[in-house]
């Protein structure tokens, strides 16, 4: 895994150390220069060996996260290399770096992690200029490996991608998800996979803004809405009404409301009802017998994005919050009778995923508001369900690609594809917003 | 085992004779007499009294034996008389149960009832209407294609358009519950046309008042 890239520059190390270069600590510390960032590059990024105990793990958990992030090339070194890179380190604490030979290797950027009695103490050197760009103390829980520590580290990386490419990562995240009818919530990394308390059978999970809760649905005669917080994991459950299933629960982006729909005899239609209850629902669709599900509110909470059979077929529609003036968003080919559904706006509001059979198999599409151009994303086995993560340039979706459903994590900029959950029969992913930390 | 078989005709033909005896409202004593005189001349008086309460001893037990037996094969008749005729009902019972439990099917992202569905659903009236007590729960259900969302807004479609057609001819609306198990519940796991066929389906599951139904008066 690791190459020894020292082998290979090690003559130009004896070279470069025996040139005096005036570049070499010229910046002072705490300047923000920052690193230039190309968006269609991935610049390499070096993390440096960490001394101490969980050192190792913590290298290895942040230098995952870039990789993941699409933005950025881990340089991965070997204990020893990376030793000998990093060089010396002045008494005063003042980090030497000969930077001329990470840029060798490819580094753009440096990071050196030291632990602290807090946390952990990161620099960021940024190689072009010679210096430390960034520099910033993270509390970490104490703690061998729980939940809490790497969603720390993985903070850690989110922030040192923003200070790089401007864009902070999306490493802190979860993805919740529905396998045996159990909701889960999985790390981005694939770790920590957990089931939740359920109260029922369930579906089609969603998160709140802050994400510190998580709504979903129950089927059959019992069908309700629950509302799980994650602080306690308690559960407060409504929307029981005979002869009725309750569906496809999303928060409003206030976080104050779910809308959700309600399917009885008279068809479905979307309802809001306040998180703290006691109001009677409110109707948000009209749908006249037709099938109104799988609302996705647009960022800014003014309009709404969901799935509709009224003209036939059904299309993703985009309504205002309360309902009205509901116009079709997908029909893009007259006559065209592929259902297109499961919508989800993007974290920017400029366009919105969904699924749409092509050759009688869901593939992933997204389509820009602007020019409503339909752009297919997946061709292999079936792809349903796509979520945005909040960095707005990975998507997550089940796939059959490799015969059993899984969840696979898609880089719309560049189509790299990875696989999430390791279980069979793993659907209905959403993607969490950025963790609040402390 | 060679013991048993030649006790048993002794038994039989003594519990006859007692319970003729019984009927006849004879003393039991008497009856033996004749086979006991022509068994031997040099009985003392008092082997022959001992031999005769012996003999009295072992009829009246007989006719008891006999009197049992006789009373146990008329329960035992009963019994099974009354068995074949829940048997009989039980099995009409069973047949009026699987035919309001018979499943529906549907096509492809359709709700609409196929002339066979209807027809299925007529066979079931009658025998709500006759067994008042009797409530139902149907539950919808759709095959994979669809997406899973809607397959669940789908099968409650399905449920709630079977309880219409029931409820129209009479059968009361709160007595049907709907509900919808969208493409969670498959019967058939292939992804094929037959197997899809077999999922797209509404259910009908007795839920109070069906232990035994009786037949619709026609």
New interface residues.
């Given amino acids: 895994m690791r190459r020894s890239l020292l082998r290979q520059v090690a003559p130009i190390v004896l070279v470069v150390g025996a040139v005096q270069l005036p570049a070499q600590d010229t910046v002072s510390r705490g300047v923000r220069i920052g690193l230039r960032y190309d968006p269609g590059s991935k610049p390499g990024v070096i993390v440096l060996p960490i001394s101490g105990g969980q050192g190792d793990s913590i290298r290895t958990i942040i230098e995952r996260d870039f990789d993941y992030s699409d933005r950025l090339t881990p340089i991965l070194l070997s204990a020893e290399d990376g030793s000998v890179l990093a060089g010396t380190t002045a008494p005063g604490g003042t980090p030497e770096l000969n930077y001329p030979v990470f840029a060798k290797v490819g580094a753009a950027g440096v990071v050196q992690i030291t632990m602290t009695t807090r946390g952990l103490h990161v620099a960021l050197h940024d190689v072009g200029q010679g210096g430390v760009a960034n520099v910033r103390e993270f509390p970490v829980p104490r703690g061998d490996y729980t939940r809490e520590w790497r969603q720390a580290l993985h903070g850690v990386s989110d922030v040192v991608q923003e200070w790089i490419t401007g864009e902070k990562g999306a490493a802190q995240t979860r993805v919740a998800y529905i396998r045996s009818?159990v909701v889960y919530v999985i790390d981005t990394d694939g770790h920590g996979d957990t089931p939740l308390p359920m109260i029922g059978?369930a579906?089609?999970p969603s998160w709140n803004p802050q994400a510190t809760m998580i709504a979903y649905n129950t089927?059959?005669?019992e069908?309700r809405i629950a509302v799980v917080d994650l602080r306690t994991n308690r559960a407060r459950e409504f929307g029981a009404q005979?002869?009725?299933?309750n569906?496809?629960p999303v928060f409003t982006p206030d976080g104050k409301s779910i809308v959700w729909?309600l399917?009885?005899?008279a068809?479905?239609d979307l309802f809001l009802s306040p998180l703290e209850g006691g109001a009677f629902p409110q109707r948000v669709t009209h749908g006249r017998g037709t099938?109104n599900?799988?609302p996705s509110f647009h960022p800014d909470g003014r309009r709404l994005a969901f799935?509709s059979?009224r003209m036939g077929t059904?299309q993703v529609y985009i309504a205002d919050a309360d309902g009205t003036n509901a116009d079709v968003f997908t029909n893009f080919d007259f006559g065209d009778q592929n259902?297109r559904?499961?919508p989800d706006w993007s974290p920017d509001g400029r366009q919105i995923a969904f699924?749409s059979r092509i050759d009688?198999r869901?593939q992933i599409f997204t389509m820009n508001l602007r020019d409503r151009q339909p752009r297919q994303l997946t061709s292999e086995g079936e792809n349903?369900?796509p979520s945005w993560a909040p960095d707005g340039r990975h998507l997550v979706f089940a796939s059959t690609r490799t015969g059993v459903k899984q969840l696979w994590v898609l880089d719309v900029e560049s189509a790299r594809l990875r696989q999430l959950t390791q279980a069979g029969g793993s659907?209905?992913p959403a993607w969490s917003p950025r963790l609040t930390t402390r | 085992m060679t013991k048993t078989t030649r006790v048993i005709p002794l038994v039989l033909a003594l519990a006859s004779m007692g319970a003729v005896g019984a009927c006849g409202g004879k003393p039991a004593a008497q009856a033996p007499a004749p086979a006991a005189a022509a068994t031997s001349v040099r009985d003392t008086a008092q082997e022959r009294r001992d031999r005769e309460a012996a003999m009295a001893r072992e009829s009246a037990a007989g006719a008891a034996t006999a009197a049992a037996a006789a009373r146990q094969r008329f329960v035992d008749d009963s019994i099974a008389d009354a068995r074949a005729a829940e048997e009989a009902m039980r099995r009409e019972s069973d047949m009026l149960r699987a035919t309001v439990a018979a499943v529906i099917g549907f096509e492809f992202n359709k709700a609409d009832l196929r002339d066979d569905a209807k027809a299925a659903l007529d066979a079931k009236i009658p025998i709500l209407l006759a067994n008042t007590s009797v409530t139902v729960?149907v539950?919808g259900h759709a095959d994979e294609?669809?997406?899973?969302?809607?397959n669940?807004?789908?099968?409650?479609?399905r449920a709630?358009i079977a309880?219409?057609y029931l409820v129209e001819r009479g059968v009361a609306a709160n007595r049907i519950?709907?509900?919808?198990?969208?493409e969670?519940r498959p019967l058939c796991t292939d992804s094929a046309d037959a197997c899809w066929a077999q999922n797209r389906r509404a259910e009908f599951e007795i839920t109070a008042g069906g232990p035994m139904l009786t037949r619709p008066r026609s």
């Fill in positions: 009818n059978p579906l089609s089927f059959g005669p069908s005979r002869n009725a299933s569906m496809t729909a399917s009885t005899e068809g479905t099938r599900l799988s799935q059979d059904p259902d559904a499961s699924h009688g869901f349903e369900d659907r209905l | 729960r539950s294609r669809g997406s899973t969302e809607y669940l807004a789908l099968g409650t479609e709630a309880k219409r519950e709907t509900t919808s198990f969208g969670e």
